[in-house]
């Protein structure tokens, strides 16, 4: 896991490599928020297809999302959009 600092607000937005993967099953996203917010994760297939949308009010620090209603196997991306805040990574069903 990699440490990002921002010297105006501590601990920055961070979207870190799902775990497992590749994945059979579940597998958890953990993302790091530097203040309270709404927080939305896209999963979507290659075709950008939404898979899964998962959002809620998310508290600062360390959070993690469980999936496991990916049902077929392939490349698919996960998306973490908050106020001001998006990253994306890809992750694979096995």
Known sequence: MDLVFDNNKGIANVLYQNVPNPFDGQTVVSFRLNKASKAQIL?????????QEIEGMYPQGLNSVELDRIQKAGVYYYQLNTDGFTATKKMIKI
């Open 43 to 51: 999963i979507t297939d290659v075709d950008g297809k939404v898979i």
